[in-house]
Nanobody, 124 residues
Framework: QVQLVESGGGSVQAGGSLRLSCAAS????????MGWFRQAPGKEREGVAG???????YYADSVKGRFTFSRDNSKNTVYLQMNSLKPEDTAMYYC??????????????????WGQGTQVTVSS
């Protein structure tokens, strides 16, 4: 049974940093495509970062150079290091896994499994 549990969200001031974690069970993170998404109130869920089965990482233009996706196979956990946070980064952040045979990592419909989310709030 696949489970994804996010943690690490919180409230920070603009310019600060947070590291989100997503602990996985029921599969090995190193063998599956995974992604981080976010959704702000009244907005569509959007892809923030993703990794394919080859280990290639992808980032939304809005977070390039500030966010880093990583994974620790020994802990079966993936991370999203977020630096230089901006108020517009405020959202609920979700971890996703198991990309479908075709599609884009940034498309929410691409992934089969989702965590419950963790809230990130950035104040100016």
């Amino acid at each position: 049974q696949v489970q994804l549990v996010e943690s690490g969200g919180g409230s920070v001031q603009a310019g600060g940093s947070l590291r989100l974690s997503c602990a996985a069970s029921g599969f090995t993170v190193g063998y599956k495509s995974m992604g981080w998404f976010r959704q702000a109130p009244g907005k569509e869920r959007e892809g923030v970062a993703g990794v394919d089965t080859y280990g290639v990482t992808y980032y939304a233009d809005s977070v390039k150079g500030r966010f880093t996706f990583s994974r620790d196979n020994s802990k079966n956990t993936v991370y999203l290091q977020m630096n230089s946070l901006k108020p517009e980064d405020t959202a609920m952040y979700y971890c996703a896994a198991y990309g479908r045979p075709s599609g884009s990592w940034a498309d929410p419909t691409y992934f089969r499994y989702w965590g419950q989310g963790t809230q990130v709030t950035v104040s100016s």
